[in-house]
């Protein structure tokens, strides 16, 4: 069965940038497609980006165009979130999600459409 363990998260300042990490173990992770969120104190779960499962397809929210780059490595198992100039809006428990996808071309873009969540990374930024 897959799961899914978040890594990278810390204290950051201001304009510096941090590389989230989901590791995934019990399954390839090349028949799931894969969706990061994120939720912040008081707030609602929201989308960040997603990728399919062939790492052909890779969207994000409208406010997180251009910061935020989503990429995967299949071979190690493991879907990398890069987060640059970051804010003090960014702080978040960030976390990822797998969906298993015949069509390998697609992802979503909802908490609902995922089934396997990891943990969750908190992500600090102030300074």
């Known amino acids: 069965q897959l799961q899914l363990v978040e890594s990278g998260g810390g204290l950051v300042q201001p304009g510096g940038s941090l590389r989230l990490s989901c590791a995934a173990s019990?399954?390839?992770?090349?028949?799931?497609?894969i969706g990061w969120f994120r939720q912040a104190p008081g707030k609602e779960r929201e989308g960040v980006s997603c990728?399919?499962?062939?790492?052909?397809?890779?969207t994000y929210a409208d406010s997180k165009k251009g910061r935020f780059t989503l990429s995967r490595d299949n071979a190690k198992n493991t879907v990398y979130l890069q987060i640059d100039s970051l804010k003090p809006e960014d702080t978040a428990i960030y976390y990822c999600?797998?969906?298993?996808?015949?069509?390998?071309?697609?992802?979503?873009?909802?908490?609902?459409?995922?089934?396997?969540w990891g943990q969750g990374t908190q992500v600090t930024v102030s300074s």
């Open positions: 999600a797998a969906r298993r996808s015949v069509l390998h071309s697609v992802c979503y873009d909802r908490p609902d459409d995922y089934g396997v």
């Open positions: 019990g399954s390839s992770l090349g028949y799931y497609a």
């Open positions: 990728i399919s499962a062939s790492g052909s397809t890779t």
